[in-house]
């Protein structure tokens, strides 16, 4: 379990690392384009990764193959002060090709520490349905990235028993519309340290072609420049003001990122009312 940046939790738990995208299988994985742990797996990580067995014997040669550490079951046990937890940053937990036992065995360490608050985080909710209920102090969540995400996704957490069921808004691919308040929502941006080749239009989904491993202080200068020059942050700024008006009226607990483009949310004249970072939870 390590200490994380990621504002809205006191730690990462990696018990499974691993995924093959939303869509993709063991022969075709299809990860997604702005997965950062899929670098990690592919840069840092690799040959720690493919040191170790993973769960399906015939995918040993991708580190980003599913993989389970079970010596970090423990983990949360040894921390006695409270924290949030946010559980398996590195992977999908909920990968259709990940047998459920493995989320079991998660969620009975959860039970054994009630001390902590341990967020779940998948773009395939519809596992969460495997569980029938979740301890209180588990907050089951999914991310959504547009408005297809949301149309699909959301439906199905509404029908998860969970004491609370919240969205990651993260990374923002487009407007998005909602038609029910979440019980929480944290919203996000694209890094920029992602070079962005192409953008189409307001109504459309942000395209990208090719993105880049770009840690150099130089190339992110240049990201930061090719954003702003296709008008990424703007289209970005009117879709995260969109989504925080809609949520503040739906009276949920927002959590902006740190990553959001907060000159362009600050600076920006249409918005009629000024758009203040938030960094609620939810009430318990
Ligand atoms: S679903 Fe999550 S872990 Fe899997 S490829 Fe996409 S971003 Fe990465």
Redesign the pocket.
Known sequence: MNPTRIEYVDYTWNPLTG????DGDKKRPQ??W??V??RMANGFLQKRYLAAPPILSDTREDPFSPRWWKERLVEPRTVKKSARILVVDM??LF?PAIPITYACAVVEVATACPQHTFLYLT?NPARYQELRSWPGNCWVGT?ITNQSDWNTRWPIMQSINAKVRWVSFEPMLGPILIDHPPDWAVIGALTENRGVKQVQGYDALLKTIVYGDYEERELRTVCRSLLNRFGVQDECARWIYGLTRQLVAWKVPVFHKRNLPWQKLTDNRDFTVPLEKRQEFPTE
């Open positions: 995924c093959f995208g939303p990860r997604c702005y997965c742990a899929h992977g999908d990968h773009k991310t």
